[in-house]
């Protein structure tokens, strides 16, 4: 497994070590030991998702105010384009993003810790995304800031307008959502 450092420092990229043939391929998503020994990360998962969105579905920026999640995420299907966003007023990075394409041939997975946003664009024709968390859901406290907030000035690689959920079109802006300590 190597860890690729992006950025914003706690964000990792983690890239897999596959094993490929004829037959096809096999790489550990997870494993405990290795995501401590590599990364310095000590994470309890509690969760697990699994998203499927058509082309140009961009999914956030969503985070939970109360029991934030820290969030392992990897496409088995397709390719997106994903993003964490710090709003950790405390933070160097606060209001910083970071973005990677992550693709099921390339197998990467992306560590967004607690304390930040998450959202992503899909680029090809669908996408699967499997996603551990170390927080349960609690739609009480789920919030969304705008994909196109000009403060943040996310680069999304889009030639049209995203297709959103009602939720994601009434997301806010950074200057006026609850953030982190």
């Known amino acids: 497994m190597k860890i690729i450092h992006t950025e914003i420092p706690d964000v990792l990229i983690i890239e897999p070590h596959v094993f490929q043939d004829e037959r096809g391929f096999f790489y550990e998503s997870y494993n405990e030991k290795v995501f401590l020994e590599k990364a310095s990360i000590f994470e309890y998962f509690v969760q697990d998702n699994h998203s499927c969105s058509a082309k140009n579905v961009l999914r956030g920026l969503h985070y939970q105010i109360q029991q934030p999640q820290g969030k ?18 405390s933070s160097l990075t606060f209001g910083q993003w970071v973005g990677t394409i992550l693709t099921a041939e390339n197998k990467r997975e992306m560590w967004i810790p607690r304390g930040f946003a998450h959202g992503f664009l899909v680029l090809s024709e669908s996408a699967e995304l499997l996603y551990k968390t170390t927080e349960y859901y609690a739609p009480q406290y789920d919030r969304t800031i705008i994909w196109n907030d000009p403060d943040l000035a996310i680069v999304w690689p889009i030639q049209e307008e995203p297709i959103l959920s009602a939720k994601d079109r009434a997301g806010k802006l950074l200057k006026e959502a609850e953030i982190f300590a």
């Open 72 to 89: 392992l995420v990897r496409v088995v299907v397709g390719a997106v384009f994903d993003v964490a966003v710090d709003l950790r007023k």
